[in-house]
């Protein structure tokens, strides 16, 4: 059953919440808050999370700000220090609902890389971290010089939005679930601060590959030509034992909606099992 809220985020920001709850006949084991990536919302999950609520996977997410029905300039989810403030209150919210029950950050592509910043800096401690086609290489990368003019443009307008320039062709293998094209709530759009936080927190998040007490699952598609398989083939070089590596030859970015979703669904519940 789909429930929507809103809630009061860092700074009072009123956010748009949705809890995805298994069928009452089956009683909840582990929370699941999902991190959705660039453009998109929450709502794009559902479908493929209802594989977890099956097993008694409570599911919380947000529309991350400028995305989805939450307020603010499309494609503005900045500055970081907020973005991680508003994960760690849904995570509260979901346990002061289910008291005692193991909880699990799901990041994906930007919202991987909100994740895997969040297992460096966010204050609420999960269960662990499921992280899927994280932004930490980007397949076209930008230029020294480009990265540089950005840093320059935040400091007077941080909120300057541009398109990002993505295909959507490049989501799926699997045309027949690319609903972006059609969806009214995706948007094209990416804020200079927003970008220029994933690329700085990326480098961090290498830098620091080898640190973080949670266990870890990453997920990435070989084929991916949005964020690339190498930024998580270089994450895995120097990450501690409690990182688990997956790679998904011939699947794309999204890797619950490509091909081998079930399979992908498969290795997260198995992963969450052993772990709870």
Request: hydrophobic share 25%; net charge neutral; aromatic share 0%.
């Given at each position: 059953m789909l429930r929507e809220f809103s809630f009061e985020g860092a700074q009072n920001a009123r956010l748009q919440g949705y809890v995805l709850e298994p069928e009452s006949n089956v009683p909840v084991k582990a929370l699941m808050v999902i991190i959705h990536g660039l453009g998109e919302h929450a709502g794009r999950y559902f479908k493929y999370a209802e594989a977890f609520t099956r097993q008694g996977i409570c599911i919380y997410a947000m529309d991350l700000r400028g995305h989805g029905k939450s307020p603010g300039k499309r494609g503005h989810t900045a500055p970081r220090r907020l973005i991680l403030e508003d994960v760690d209150i849904l995570c509260r919210i979901a346990i002061k609902d289910f008291p005692n029950t193991p909880l699990f950050i799901y990041g994906h592509s930007m919202g991987g890389n909100i994740g895997l910043y969040h297992r460096l800096h966010g204050k609420f401690r999960p269960k662990g971290y499921i992280i899927t086609s994280p932004w930490i290489t980007l397949y076209k990368q930008l230029s020294g010089p480009t990265i540089a003019l950005m840093k320059i443009i935040s400091k007077f307008t941080p909120n300057l939005c541009i398109r990002n320039n993505l295909d959507i062709?490049?989501?799926s293998s699997d045309q027949s679930q690319i609903d972006?094209?059609?969806?009214?709530l995706y948007h094209g759009y990416v804020s200079v601060q927003t970008g220029l936080d994933c690329f700085e927190g990326a480098r961090e998040i290498l830098r620091n590959s080898y640190m973080g007490k949670e266990d870890l699952l990453l997920l990435h598609g070989i084929d991916d030509h949005i964020c690339s398989v190498e930024g998580s083939r270089l994450f895995m070089k120097?990450?501690?034992?409690s990182c688990t590596y997956v790679e998904f030859e011939k699947n794309y970015h999204e890797l619950h909606h490509d091909k081998d979703r079930e399979r992908v669904a498969q290795a997260v519940s198995h992963w969450i099992w052993e772990r709870v």
């Open positions: 062709k490049d989501l972006a094209g059609t969806d009214p120097n990450a501690p034992k």
